[in-house]
């Protein structure tokens, strides 16, 4: 048996538009904004690790040629 709100269809009382995942288009839209919103997060984050490892690796070489 399906558990309630796992997307087996529309529930009693939906309407025609109501079915798939992507029948609200301001919704889909948020999640569109949600998700570019998170990469950018994400490779924020990402970049600043990097730099850190670039940076910790030139300090070394520098250390080590001296």
């Given amino acids: 048996m399906a558990a309630a709100g796992a ?3 529309p529930g009693p009382g939906a309407g025609p538009s109501a ?3 992507a029948s609200n ?3 889909f839209s948020e999640k569109i904004a949600l998700q570019k ?3 950018a997060e994400e ?3 990402f970049e600043e690790v990097m730099m850190e490892i670039c ?3 030139d ?3 520098s250390d ?3």
């Fill in 43 to 45: 490779t924020a984050a």
């Fill in 59 to 61: 300090s070394f070489r």
């Fill in 64 to 66: 080590r040629l001296q």
């Fill in 7 to 9: 997307g087996a269809g």
């Fill in 25 to 27: 288009p301001r919704k």
């Fill in 55 to 57: 940076s910790t690796r």
């Fill in 19 to 21: 079915g798939a995942g």
């Fill in 37 to 39: 919103q998170r990469q």
